[in-house]
Nanobody, 126 residues
Framework: QVQLAESGGGLVQAGGSLRLSCAASGLTFRSAAMGWLRQAPGKEREVVAAINWTGGTTYYLDSVKGRFTISRDNAKNTVYLQMNSLNPKDTAVYYC???????????????????WGQGTQVTVSS
């Protein structure tokens, strides 16, 4: 049974930073592309960042480029999202996700992901 457990969300002032972590179990993590997605109230779920199985290729939503960094530690079965210079538009529930297929390409839409964490709330106050 695949489990993805996010942590690290919370309330932060604009300009601040948070680091999200996602601990994965039940899948061959070292061969899994991973993604961080977010969903704000009334909006569709969007891919914020994605990383391939080696960590050598990444994708970022335009609005977070230069502020967010996705990384992974295959020895710890964990993927991270470092978020800097946060602004109120970043407020959302953030999800960690993985596709079922091994060695898959980066997932750039929510439909590319099969396994999901429970989500962690990130709230940025102005």
């Amino acid at each position: 049974q695949v489990q993805l457990a996010e942590s690290g969300g919370g309330l932060v002032q604009a300009g601040g930073s948070l680091r999200l972590s996602c601990a994965a179990s039940g899948l061959t993590f070292r061969s899994a592309a991973m993604g961080w997605l977010r969903q704000a109230p009334g909006k569709e779920r969007e891919v914020v960042a994605a990383i391939n199985w080696t960590g050598g290729t990444t994708y970022y939503l335009d609005s977070v480029k230069g502020r967010f960094t996705i990384s992974r530690d295959n020895a710890k079965n964990t993927v991270y999202l470092q978020m800097n210079s946060l602004n109120p538009k970043d407020t959302a529930v953030y999800y960690c996700a993985a596709p079922k297929a091994r060695y898959s390409a980066l997932g750039l839409t929510a439909t590319k992901y099969d396994y999901w964490g429970q989500g962690t709330q990130v709230t940025v106050s102005s």
